[in-house]
């Protein structure tokens, strides 16, 4: 079964801290995803990776960065955290379509998720 | 753009009820569609999907869901809640591409009551 690993399931940080959440899949998955969870707003999407130093902005990425220097990890950056970015982070993977394609495998994995106080 | 709605942020049904979900969404091109399941403190796990194979979809926990083109829906049912079955449901939509993003809905918490 695909892993997907968050490295903290709660953080809590103060404003104006830069933040690192990692992620880490073991399933060799060409995309990756970086999604927050609010209440009654569902998943928005920050950013995503189809590649290995790509990265593209998703609905919502101002105030957020990523990095991605390999295929299993994907990290999602916060360079000044302030009190509005107290959420739940979710990281995602997935193959990329052509292999969905063969496999029948089109959906995304998560991880547990960190859920990130800023004070 | 792709979107999806689901109808009732909250649904409340009697153990061993019928459970209904609803979903519509929009997409330009022929979707493909998800349903998640989120319990609590936890992430999400996939329930079931429609990939443009067969339009009545069968999932884990005994769920299913029907792909009607004709009504851009994709509402999730069982015949018969478990209290284990509370949790939050989240509908998403695909349209395919170089990294298959995913629109989610709000999602809907169903509870579950003796």
């Known amino acids: 079964d695909v892993k997907v690993t968050q490295s903290s399931r709660y953080l809590v940080k103060r404003t104006g801290e830069k933040v690192f959440l990692e992620c880490v899949q073991d399933?060799?998955?060409?995309?990756m995803f970086w999604y927050r969870q609010d209440p009654g707003l569902g998943l928005r999407l920050i950013y995503f990776s189809y590649d290995v130093k790509m990265k593209e902005k998703g609905d919502i990425p101002e105030g957020y960065s990523v990095s991605r220097e390999k295929k299993e990890r994907f990290s999602l950056i916060l360079e000044s955290a302030s009190t509005n970015q107290t959420s739940m982070y979710l990281c995602a993977s997935s193959l990329r379509p052509g292999l969905a394609g063969l496999t029948g495998r089109y959906e995304q994995f998560f991880g547990p998720g960190t859920r990130l106080t800023v004070l | 753009a792709q979107s999806v709605t689901q109808l009732g942020s909250h649904v409340s049904v009697s153990e061993g009820a019928l459970v209904l979900l609803r979903c519509n969404y929009s997409?330009?091109?022929?979707?493909?569609l998800f349903w998640y399941v989120q319990y609590p403190n936890q992430g999400l796990q996939l329930l079931l999907k429609y990939t443009s194979a067969a339009t009545l979809v069968k999932g884990i926990n005994g769920f299913e869901a029907e792909f009607k083109k004709s009504e851009t829906s994709f509402h999730l049912t069982k015949p018969s809640a478990h209290m284990s079955d509370a949790a939050e449901y989240f509908c998403?939509?695909?349209?395919?591409?170089?990294?298959?993003?995913?629109?989610f809905g709000t999602g809907t918490r169903l509870q579950v009551t003796l």
């Open positions: 998403a939509v695909s349209e395919g591409g170089t990294a298959s993003k995913l629109t």
């Open positions: 399933m060799d998955h060409e995309n």
């Open positions: 997409s330009s091109v022929p979707p493909y």
